[in-house]
């Protein structure tokens, strides 16, 4: 136990730099709470499904929730089912075993359904690509609005994204 203080006081306290301040985000939060209003009239409610990725983009998702960001309160928040869900936010290259799987959560979820694919890996298959037990990108299993690269993208970009995602569905036909 000696040994593992000393190695303590002689390094420090190492960890990351909290992020810097900034005022985008409290600024345009009464913003986006508007456009989701204007936009869908309710509340936006995402699924996020993981469909074979490494978790590094679900750790990027789940800051999202942390109260930097909180998106909870820009009136975005995450649901357990499909069926209750505006937005499939899909991370990783499609793995054979999930292919079935996602396709189903795509069909179960309400028209009309946004699907967004976050990281390097859902937007062009990343490292894995398509082989023997990768379908690769997520637009090979079903129809993609928007990608978010990045590995892992930062949750700025992932809120961007949904945002972006959102903004079309209004200014699309139909």
């Not at 040994?3 to 810097?20: L, T, W, Y």
């Amino acid at each position: 136990m000696w040994r593992i203080v000393k190695q303590i006081a002689k390094n420090g306290i190492r960890s990351e730099a909290p992020p810097e301040f900034s005022n985008d985000l409290r600024v345009e939060s009464e913003h986006i709470q508007h456009a989701l209003l204007d936009i869908l009239g309710r509340a936006l409610s995402i699924r996020q499904v993981d469909a074979g990725s490494c978790n590094g983009c679900e750790l990027e998702i789940n800051a999202l929730n942390n109260p930097y960001y909180n998106i909870e309160g820009l009136g975005i928040r995450f649901v357990a089912s499909p069926r209750h869900a505006d937005m499939l936010l899909v991370t990783g290259p499609v793995s054979r075993h999930m292919e079935l799987a996602l396709r189903r959560t795509y069909a179960a979820t309400p028209a009309p359904k946004l699907v967004v694919a976050v990281g390097d890996c859902g937007c062009d298959g990343g490292i894995f690509g398509d082989s023997y037990a990768s379908c690769g990108r997520v637009a090979n299993v079903i129809p993609v609005d928007l990608a978010v690269p990045g590995c892992p993208p930062p949750p700025l970009e992932i809120l961007r994204g949904i945002l972006t995602a959102v903004r079309r569905c209004r200014s699309s036909p139909g």
